[in-house]
C-alpha cells in the first residue's frame, strides 16, 4: 500500500496575526483528513476566476515494480481534476467532484433503473458499448425491512484496508459494481459499500476498492483501500466511477470520500472487460439505478 498520502484540514486562518486554529485539532493539518484513500498523491489547487471555483490536480503512483516503469520508459499520470468545496451538510468535510468539463467527454449512454441484487448475487449490466472508458453514477437503496430487523453486526471494527475486501461477507454488505471484470470474473475490481451496526442502533458506512483481483499479474499492488463515508438520515447511497483504462477514480456520496485505483488488468481489457452489480451481503437485498455513458478520449485533436 502507497505511504504517500495528502491531507486536508478545517479551520480559521487570521491573515492579520498569521494565526491557524482548527476546528477540530485531532484532525488538523497532516494528521486527519485525507483528500483520497487510493493512490493519489502531490496535489495541488488553484483558483478559477473564471468559474469561481477551486480546482485540485492530483498525482496518480504507479503500484507495479520499478522495473515495469522502467521497460515502458514512464511512470504515473495525473488525475482528472476536481472541483472542491466546503460540505455544508456535514460540515466536516470537503466535497471532491470532477469538474463540469469531463461529462463533455459523454457519447453513448445507458440507463438502468431499479435492478436487484439479492443477497449473494452477481447481475451483468449490458451496456452495449466497450467499457474501457466509462463514466457511472449510481444510486443504491438497502432492505429497509433488513436495516431495521438486524440488531447488530458483528463487524464494528471494520475497516476496509484490514478487511478481506468484496469477499468478506457481512449482514449488510459489501455491495456496489465490479468493473473492468472479465466474464468469469477472474479478473474484476469492485468499488462498493459495506454498512456495520451497532447494539445501540448506530449504523457507520464504508466506501472501499479493492485491487486484491484486479489484476492476473503477480508484481502489483494487491491491497484494500477505502474508509468511512458520512450517510445523512434519509440521503441514499450514491457513487461516481471514472474509468479509463487503468485508471479507476471513484467517488461516495457527492465527493465527501474518494479512492484513486491505478490497476493493471490484463484479461479484463477492451472488449473483454465488462461491468457487474454484486451485492455479497448475508442478510440484505439491494436495488441499483445506474446511468452509465462511455467516454471518449480528452486528447485535443487539431
Known sequence: MTT???YYALGTYDGETGKWTPDDPINDVGIGLRYDYGTFYASKTFYDQEKKRRVLWGWIKETDSENADILKRWASVQAIPRTILFDKKTGKNILQWPVEEVERL??????FDKVEAKPGSVVPLHVGFETSQLDIVAEFEVDKAALESINGTDDTTYSCPTSHGAAQRGALGPFGLLVHTDDHQT??????????KDTRGNFKTFFCADHSRSSEAIDVDKSIYGSTVPVLEGEKLSMRIL??????????????????????????????AGIFLFNNATDAAITASLHIWQMSSAYAHS
Open 106 to 111: 459523454r457519447m453513448s449512454k445507458k440507463v
Open 187 to 196: 479478473e474484476q475490481t469492485p468499488v462498493y459499500f459495506y454498512i456495520s
Open 243 to 272: 474509468v479509463d483504462h487503468s485508471i479507476v477514480e471513484s467517488f461516495a456520496q457527492g465527493g465527501r470520500t474518494c479512492i484513486t485505483s491505478r490497476i493493471y488488468p490484463a484479461r479484463a481489457v477492451y472488449e473483454n
Open 4 to 6: 504517500k498520502n495528502d
